[in-house]
Each structure stands twice: as C-alpha cells, then as structure tokens.
Nanobody, 114 residues
Framework: QVRLVESGGGLVQAGGSLRLSCAASGNIFSVNVMGWYRQAPGKQRELVASITSDSITNYADSVKGRFTISRDNAKNTVHLQMNSLKPEDTAVYYC????????WGQGTQVTVSS
C-alpha cells in the first residue's frame, strides 16, 4: 500500500518560515503528481502547490513568490518551503499523491501567529 507521512508543521510567527516534508512509500508509479493541500477552519480544502514527476510546478496565487515546492524522485519525497508566512496560511496541510489513485497523508498543522 502507498503511505504518505508528513512532517515539519508547527507554530511560527508571521514573517517566519517552515519547511514541510512528505515521504512516500509503497508501490509508486513513476509518472505522478505530488502536492500539498491545506484546509483552514471553515474553509474548503484547497491546492497549495503541486509538482509532477518531471518537476513541472503549479502554485496557488496566494502563495506564489513565498512558497517553493520540490521533490526528490529517488527518495520519493516532496518538500514545501514556506517563507514570509501569514496568519491566513494557518491550516492543516496534507500531502497528496496522484497516480491511478489519489493518496493522502494524515495532515500536519501549521499555525502562524500575528
């Protein structure tokens, strides 16, 4: 089975930085998209950033210029470097892997204080 394990969440002041990591294990098809979604209280889950196995990236407008997604195909890991964090970035962040199926991590809390 495919498993995604996230790490790196926590509490940070506005303007600070965090780096989220997600390690994927299992039978992972080589052509895939990995990404980060977030869900804030009272809001729908939304795409933050994604990256294909060919390293094509996509970002939500709200995080462009502040967040950077990257991956290491050899290690089956994806990272999200979050800089200049804002209180509105507060959410549970979920790692996602899309192949023939859609897989999700358990989520990691990111809290940005003002």
């Amino acid at each position: 089975q495919v498993r995604l394990v996230e790490s790196g969440g926590g509490l940070v002041q506005a303007g600070g930085s965090l780096r989220l990591s997600c390690a994927a294990s299992g039978n992972i098809f080589s052509v895939n998209v990995m990404g980060w979604y977030r869900q804030a209280p009272g809001k729908q889950r939304e795409l933050v950033a994604s990256i294909t196995s060919d390293s094509i990236t996509n970002y939500a407008d709200s995080v462009k210029g502040r967040f950077t997604i990257s991956r290491d195909n050899a290690k089956n890991t994806v990272h999200l470097q979050m800089n200049s964090l804002k209180p509105e970035d507060t959410a549970v962040y979920y790692c996602n892997l899309r192949t023939l199926f859609n897989f999700w991590g358990q989520g990691t809390q990111v809290t940005v204080s003002s």
